[in-house]
């Protein structure tokens, strides 16, 4: 006589299958919200990044344009003498 699996090993064979897929697909979602959540912090960062370069352009061209006044005024007009 043939060994056939009974009906609750089919139905645990099953069931195993459906929970392999299910767990797939948690890990496949939690992938992308990690890749997600990976790009939107790079971007902060680089936007942060940008914006610090932005203040540090500011500043030096602030001290430029005082250091060019002060000279300016340091500087005896032509027709003064």
């Not at 006589?1 to 089919?10: I, L, V």
């Not at 069931?15 to 948690?26: N, P, S, V």
């Not at 006044?69 to 003498?81: F, K, L, M, R, T």
């Amino acid at each position: 006589m043939a060994f056939t699996p009974s009906k609750d090993h089919k139905r645990r064979e099953r069931d195993q299958k459906r929970l392999e897929k299910r767990m797939a697909r948690e890990a496949a979602k939690a992938e992308k919200l990690a890749a997600v959540r990976a790009t939107q912090q790079a971007a902060a960062e680089e936007a942060g990044r940008k914006r610090e370069a932005e203040l540090e352009a500011e500043l030096e061209a602030e001290f430029e344009a005082e250091l060019q006044a002060e000279i300016d005024s340091e500087q005896p007009s032509e027709g003064a003498e």
